[in-house]
């Protein structure tokens, strides 16, 4: 079999070419009997490239024997169990797409950069944004003995340009929708800011009409938020709730869904989910 690289000299300095591909490549010397040295390290490194590996997974083996034989899918597994329950959803949605597909089964320690850059391709920006978290839950967890890709030469996401509606915008669908209920939804999330999910899961004691406070506690990270209430708001949840400032909570009772307990009654009104 004959040598895969071959020497040749180009003015002072000595060159390697590949005779696959043609492509020539500096040894970053002068010296022809230091060149001939990195030219045979080259050589016995093409005739022995499974020979290599398969020393390099001895070494591996020897510091974790789980680590050699270690998958993406295991990765996978253990980056949704983090979080929250809806963040769970959410990753186990992103881990079924086409691109992470073809990584699941594929073992960490011969993973190439190649492999995961076409992972890259296959996506968007939630692809690059995924398969970063698995890259550095690898790494962190010791389950990569190096970064596939280093950090600064990751691919930078590209996002689509997002914005959000303007007045005009956001009156014509509110003149145009005719269901009721519906609309005075889109006004609120209008007023309030909040998430299509939050808003819609909003009830009569989120209320604090003494200090005229609105709180609610975000469903996707627990945390609580508050709004003060305005003119404009107070005028839309009294219509909302069916309410008025100055009747009788009794009043208020007969015209809303409500739960008793504990001697306390709770109002409660739910939005049609957009």
């Known amino acids: 079999m004959s040598d895969r690289y071959r020497l040749v000299r180009r003015g002072n300095r000595f060159y390697a070419v590949d005779r696959q591909t043609c492509e020539r490549e500096s040894l970053g010397t002068e010296d022809r009997s230091t060149a001939r040295k990195l030219l045979a390290a080259r050589n016995e490194i093409a005739r022995c490239a499974n020979l290599n590996l398969a020393i390099g997974r001895t070494y591996l083996s020897a510091h974790d024997p789980a680590l ?85 030469l990751w691919p930078a996401p590209k996002h689509k340009e997002r914005r959000g509606i303007t007045q005009a915008e956001h009156e014509t669908i509110i003149r145009s929708e005719g269901n009721e209920e519906r609309r005075r939804y889109y006004e609120l999330l209008w007023e309030v800011g909040a998430a299509q999910s939050d808003a819609a899961r909003l009830k009569a004691e989120s209320i604090d009409w003494k200090n005229r406070i609105l709180s609610y506690q975000r469903q996707k990270t627990g945390e609580w938020a508050s709004i003060r209430i305005g003119p404009r708001l107070e005028r839309l949840l009294t219509r909302i709730f069916h309410i008025e400032l100055k009747k009788e909570a009794a009043e208020a009772s007969q015209r809303l869904v409500f739960n008793e307990s504990n001697e306390t009654t709770h109002h409660r009104f739910f939005f049609d989910r957009v």
């Open 68 to 152: 050699i034989g270690r998958k993406w899918s295991q990765v996978m597994e253990e980056f949704c169990q983090r979080g929250k329950e809806h963040t769970h959803k959410r990753r186990l949605r992103a881990m079924k797409s086409k691109p992470f597909q073809q990584l699941r089964e594929k073992k960490l320690v011969e993973t190439t950069a190649d492999e995961a850059r076409e992972v890259l391709r296959m996506g968007g920006s939630s692809t690059n944004h995924f398969l970063r978290c698995l890259h550095n839950l690898a790494l962190g967890l010791g389950w990569l003995p190096a970064p596939i890709i280093p950090p600064k």
